[in-house]
């Protein structure tokens, strides 16, 4: 009888065991996932950072020019001036990959739950075909 009740608590212990490896892999897992979820938004909010400092520096630069140009009364030769209209399209250019940068960030929690339904759908046992007779 003793041994009944070892056997019994042995496995009551293995089947413990093996629900806490099974939640602990679920958890771990959830973690890597939450992990790289916040990489990739921090990587992409660094990337649109940088975008915004190198249009903060054409402003100035344009500002500048611009400037220089009303020193010198000649505000009204700013539609064909090379220089001014090269910063304007870099402005645009840089303006219109940070707008794409923003989006890729909001898009990352659309992903993240795609994945997860795929995934869940994946797992998700299928009945199986019943035999012919």
């Known amino acids: 009888m003793a041994s009944k009740l070892w056997d019994d608590v042995r496995k009551s212990l293995q089947d413990?065991?093996?629900?806490?490896?099974?939640?602990?892999?679920?958890?771990?897992?959830?973690?890597?996932?939450?992990?790289e979820e916040l990489t990739r938004t921090g990587k992409l909010k660094l990337d649109i950072l940088q975008v915004n400092r190198e249009i903060d520096h054409l402003f100035s630069q344009l500002g500048g020019k611009v400037y220089h140009l009303e020193s010198e009364s000649a505000l009204d030769t700013i539609p064909?001036?090379?220089?001014?209209?090269?910063?304007f399209e870099k402005i645009k250019k840089l303006e219109a990959r940070k707008k794409e940068l923003e989006e890729k960030v909001e898009s990352i929690p659309?992903?993240?739950?795609?994945?997860?339904?795929?995934?869940?759908a994946a797992e998700e046992?299928?009945?199986?075909?019943?035999?012919?007779?």
């Not at 629900?19 to 679920?26: C, D, L, P, V």
């Not at 064909?80 to 910063?87: P, S």
């Open 110 to 120: 659309e992903e993240k739950a795609e994945a997860e339904k795929a995934t869940t």
């Open 80 to 87: 064909e001036d090379e220089e001014i209209q090269q910063i």
């Open 125 to 133: 046992p299928t009945e199986p075909a019943e035999e012919e007779k």
């Open 16 to 35: 413990l065991g093996n629900i806490a490896a099974e939640k602990g892999k679920i958890f771990s897992k959830a973690a890597a996932d939450k992990a």
